[in-house]
Each structure stands twice: as structure tokens, then as C-alpha cells.
């Protein structure tokens, strides 16, 4: 051993011989402490990086895929109650290929193929059902390849066919998505789904889809579509024009000088009417046309009229001719059906409360105020002389008024002094 490393060695073996028992306990543990976090440490760093292999497993198809993965001598991990199973990143693709060829997994909605299963002793109810089946498969498929989307399901109701036009009902469909974690689907999606679930079913209309996810939360509701319930639009009308006015008026008096408050009063409501309107159709021959002649030789009764006493006397004109003619003529005419639906969701009134600092407003009065309001929100000038505009300003209490002091409102808050508090109904 060369004589440097022989006299540090000694130096240290020295060091350490000075130490007293408690001082060499301490210095044990944090040696050992500082071997095993370095262990920890290799070990975590060369710990592969897992991936999902496949997700939305059942047991049967969890345990032919762990199985296999045993076979190959594939490490792997199973989260998700065993219905995800995890392996490297490296062999994912590989596993994939090798499943595939082992035909897994196997459970499935079947799709179209349930139709290639079905015999030919199959009824006619079971061969509706079958149909329907592989329809509701191919459509929970292809929305579970949507992006954010790792399972659905798709449920038809779709009602028997009746001769009876007035008892035909319109058919339904509940989609339920299981999204992945923290994903959300945009509206944009959500309407995705809508129209293709629609579109795949005859007769099946995009307002009488459903659609759900795992949290329960509704995402398109059966009569309100996606654009949510008649509240929440009412809400995002106040939002958007709340946005719109408080622009408008950040350019007048500044930024964070202003406050703007909307409250919009929606119609519930929602009303169909159809009109048929029936006229005659100018220059068209008749569809057809019937004439009818009769005649008639001798009285009609040989009996005559009732003479004195009752007894019958022999009418005069007993060597008559009676002719009649009956024309009928069914003309043709136009008919027109219109029919209007006004869904929920129609504005009745709403009103505008802005609150301006006085300070920073200026020489700014309320006309200009309101001219800026009504430019932010789209006010028509015919609308006014209907009471449907118009900016009221509210003068502030004299009492709150110092001596020389500026005038105070309701909407000044936090002591900052309000000009103008307009409310436009």
C-alpha cells in the first residue's frame, strides 16, 4: 500500500480512537444513514418509467394480460383496483403487439360482430335487440377514442314503430363518458358526441341525448342541449354583457373607476305553433270535375192533390218534364305549413347599474355615462321609446356631503367618492 493512503488511513484510525462511545454510536447511524438514502436514491433513479398498458380492464381480462406479462418476464404494476395494468415505457408497444396476437383482451361490446354470432334461428325481437346492441358497441368505441375519454357507454331507447301517427314517440340515448384523470371535456366535444350519437340513429334528435360523466356531473341534458339549463344562460348573458359595459366605460373613466352589475329576467317558457295557411291556386285547371243530369216525364205522383173531403184530384200537369243538372268541380289549392318553435331561453328585460368614482369621472356627466352603456351592450334607439332604455342617475344624499367636500353614494364603497349610479332597466 503506497506510504500516503498508510498515513491517512492512521490519521483517521487516530481521529476515530479519540472519539468517545457516544460520539462513535452517532457517527455509525449518520454512516449508515448516508449508505441507505444512497441506496434509496440508485434505486429510485433506476427505476423504470411505467405506462399504461390497457385501462378499464374486467378481472378476466386483468388476469389473462398479468399472465401473459409473467410469461414474457415483463415487470408490472396494476393501479385503479387492478382494472389498469402498468408496464415499462420501453416494452409498452411490444406488450400491446404481443396481446393483440393473444387476442386480448377479450371483453368487449362487441360492436358489429355481435351480428356475425346471431343464428338464423334468431327471432325477430332478438334480432332488434342484437342491432341495437352492436350499434350502442360501435358508438361507446368511438367516443371512447376521443381525447380525455377512456371508457363510455351508450344506451338507445328507441321506441316500436306504430301505425298510429299520433302515438309515435321520438327516441331517446344516455351516453356516460369516464374521463381520465384531471381531464375535462370542452363544450365543443361535448357537442361532438351529441351529433354523432344522433346522426348514427335514425330519428333520433341532438336535444334528446344525454350526456353524463363518472362525477355525475350532467353535460348535456335531454330538452336543454349543451348549452346548459335556462339559468346558466342567463348567467353567461350577464357575464358577457357585464364584460362588454365595463369595457366601454374603462375607456371613458379609466380602469377600475367603474362598476357594472347586470341582471338579465329570462323567459322559462317554451312554446311551439304551426299555421296552415290554404290558398287557390291562379291558372290551374280543376283536379277533376263531375256533371250529373237527371230527367224526369209525368207527375211525380199520380195520386194528384188532396181535394174536398180528402179525396184525391188529378193533377193538370200530368204530361210534365222535369230536367235537373248537379256540376261538382274540387279545384286545386295550395297549402302551406309553417311551423315555429321558440325554445326557453328569450330575454324579457334586463337592467344595467353602473357605479362611476367621481374623482376620477370628471367632467364625464351621465349622458355621456349612458351613451357608453348603451354603446357596450348593444342598445337599439328604438328600444327607449318602448321603455326598454334609458339611464336613470341617482342623485347622491345631501347629508353625506361635507363641507366643501365631494358628494358620496351608494356605489362609491370603501370611501371613495360616486358621481353616478345609473340603473337602466
Request: hydrophobic fraction near 35%; glycine fraction near 12%.
Amino acid at each position: 500500500m503506497p506510504q500516503p493512503v498508510t498515513t491517512a488511513l492512521r490519521r483517521v484510525g487516530a481521529f476515530i480512537a479519540g472519539f468517545t462511545l457516544a460520539q462513535r454510536t452517532i457517527a455509525i447511524i449518520g454512516l449508515a444513514a448516508v449508505v441507505l438514502g444512497g441506496v434509496a436514491l440508485f434505486s429510485w433513479l433506476s427505476r423504470p418509467e411505467y405506462t399504461p398498458l390497457f385501462s378499464g380492464l374486467s378481472a378476466s381480462d386483468a388476469n389473462a394480460v398479468v399472465e401473459q406479462l409473467r410469461s414474457s418476464s415483463v415487470s408490472y404494476e396494476l393501479a385503479d383496483g387492478g382494472a389498469t395494468v402498468l408496464v415499462p415505457k420501453d416494452d409498452v408497444y411490444d406488450q400491446r403487439l404481443a396481446a393483440a396476437s393473444a387476442g386480448l383482451p377479450t371483453a368487449s361490446s362487441g360492436g358489429y360482430t355481435l351480428l356475425d354470432e346471431m343464428g338464423v334461428t334468431a327471432s325477430e325481437f332478438q334480432q332488434s335487440v342484437t342491432y341495437k346492441r352492436a350499434i350502442e358497441g360501435e358508438l361507446a368505441a368511438t367516443i371512447s377514442s376521443m381525447d380525455g375519454v377512456t371508457a363510455a357507454s351508450v344506451k338507445l331507447a328507441i321506441p316500436e314503430e306504430s301505425v298510429f301517427v299520433s302515438e309515435t314517440k321520438d327516441p331517446t340515448a344516455s351516453v356516460f363518458v369516464e374521463l381520465g384523470d384531471r381531464s375535462t371535456l370542452s363544450a365543443q366535444k361535448v357537442e361532438a358526441i351529441v351529433h354523432l350519437t344522433s346522426a348514427a340513429v335514425s330519428g333520433l334528435k341532438p336535444e334528446n341525448v344525454a350526456v353524463v360523466d363518472q362525477a355525475g356531473h350532467t353535460l348535456s341534458a335531454v330538452g336543454a342541449g349543451t348549452a346548459g339549463s335556462v339559468d346558466e344562460q342567463a348567467g353567461d348573458y350577464e357575464t358577457r354583457i357585464a364584460a362588454s359595459v365595463q369595457k366601454m366605460l374603462d375607456s371613458v373613466v379609466g380602469v377600475g373607476n367603474a362598476t357594472v352589475t347586470v341582471a338579465a329576467e329570462i323567459d322559462h317558457s317554451s312554446n311551439q305553433r304551426q299555421d296552415e295557411t290554404y290558398t287557390p291556386a291562379e291558372g290551374a285547371p280543376p283536379a277533376n270535375e263531375q256533371t250529373k243530369t237527371q230527367t224526369s216525364k209525368g207527375s211525380a205522383s199520380d195520386a194528384g192533390v188532396l181535394g174536398p173531403d180528402n179525396i184525391a184530384v188529378p193533377s193538370g200537369d200530368a204530361g210534365g218534364e222535369s230536367q235537373t243538372t248537379e256540376v261538382t268541380r274540387n279545384n286545386v289549392v295550395n297549402k302551406s305549413v309553417q311551423t315555429t318553435t321558440t325554445p326557453a331561453g328569450e330575454l324579457r328585460r334586463q337592467s344595467v347599474s353602473v357605479a362611476v368614482d367621481a374623482t376620477a369621472a370628471g367632467s364625464v356627466d351621465a349622458d355621456q355615462l349612458a351613451r357608453a352603456d348603451r354603446d357596450g351592450r348593444g342598445h337599439r334607439p328604438e328600444a327607449r321609446r318602448h321603455g326598454r332604455g334609458g339611464v336613470r342617475p341617482v342623485q347622491p344624499d345631501r347629508g353625506d356631503r361635507g363641507a366643501g367636500g365631494p358628494a358620496r353614494g351608494e356605489g362609491g364603497g370603501g370611501g371613495r367618492p360616486c358621481r353616478h349610479a345609473c340603473a337602466t332597466p
